[in-house]
DNA sequence: ACAATGGTCC
DNA sequence: ACTCGGACCATTGTA
């Protein structure tokens, strides 16, 4: 890693002097903070949608019971693998098998939407039944005096990724109809606003720099759609003719590379045959030559050395690669890819986590005189960190301030071959502050 | 208490 | 016949 950091700084990148076990040190006590901080709950919004869904599962379940002809317990796989197959007798080719019998997992049952109608509603019970178990039903009663929701933060040994656990915080749902509805009761105190701050593709740019891939480091510099310039080169069209279903194609693709692709996993995760997804990676590394390189060379010092490493220097020791399983063996590869990229990307949050800590204490905090003294205004805090999220809560009259150098704070205090983007919005709510993005 | 299954996030 | 990387957590069913 040594060379790369020496290459990374004559190309003009700006890599802190720091070890993983320094960046490890300094960023223990931000999050001490950061749990003691907690983030502030609206308790009640939670458990009005906690009454709604909780109404609404109760009349799919019904349903399901009617169409099923007999009542059973949905969330246990085995009795509905025997409601669905042995009772219904809904066709089992092509799902996927296992250990107990038949699939029933979400992306297994999407083939059989259109067979009967017990699937869609089936689809929808898991989906609710979910949401109220994991989060609207536990979440209220873990806040604090203050309706603040406080976190453990610790770091997985193998990545050096941060995790979040009692409560875990990193997993609070995003996407569909319902998401939202659950991030809006994640709220900023009285006076003060919320402020996400996402990096943008942080870990192909990553993987871009360690690389040195020319087509990706290219594409970045110029400030390129990535996904859309992938999905231009896989399907030999110009950008300008590639629509949604390419894009989204090419995103996972792209996924893949960072993961350490597979004909077999990317033919899964896109649900088409293994040849075709052979022939995208094949595509793919015809074009990206760097990204080649990287994947075979962390391969080979994996088996050289039995460890790869972060730019930081972190070592994951990887003894399965030399493996009689190829499987096995296989899985190790893939680790050998995808760790030295992830853990990097990890490092870069965790030195912007502590310089804006050390920022927001000694630039902002010291102007007292913007404050309103009618209002409860504290001071900005970082309070979670997700993957490559911060989240901060600041007083409304700086609100916009501190936006400002939480962006500047990412994207500069580590500089890559590529530009380091962020995008941060402000708002009352998490929903509205990942959505209110500024200028 | 633990494995298996399933599902949420990045 | 086969898992695309990394977490945490809920439920069921068996030990």
Redesign the pocket.
Known sequence: MKEILKKAEKLGCKIPHKKWSDIDREVAPVLREMEKAGIKIDVSALKRLEKKLSIKVSGIEKKIYKLAGREF?I?????LSEVLFSKLKLPTEDLR????GI?????ELEKLKDKHKIIPAILEY??LS?LL??YLE?LPTLVDGDSRLHTHF?Q????T?L??????L???????ER?PEIRQAFIAEKGNKLISADYSQIELRVVACLAQDEVMLEAFSRGEDIHAKTASELFRIPVSKVDHDHRRLAK?VN??IV????P???S??LGIARESAAEYIFRYFDIHRGIKRYCKEQIALAKKYGYVETLFGFRRKLPEINSENK??A??AE??AI?TPV?GTAAEILKLAMIELHRKLKSEIRMSKSETNPKFECRNPKLLLT????LVVEAPAAKAKKVAKLVKEVMENEVKLCVPVEVEVGIGGNWDSAKKNVIK
């Not at 995790?163 to 875990?168: A, G, H, L, R």
């Not at 997700?386 to 999220?389: G, I, S």
Request: net charge positive; hydrophobic share 20%.
């Open positions: 317990n969330s246990s796989p085995g009795q098998r296992i250990k107990t699939s029933t997992s979400a992306s898991r989906e979910k178990s994991t536990p610790g997985d040994t193998r990545t990724r995790t979040s656990s009692e409560p875990n990193q997993n609070i749902p995003i996407k569909g998401g996972t996924f893949g993961y350490g692709i597979s077999f996993g990317l899964q995760a499987m096995v296989e899985s893939r680790m995808n992830q997700v993957h490559d999220e």
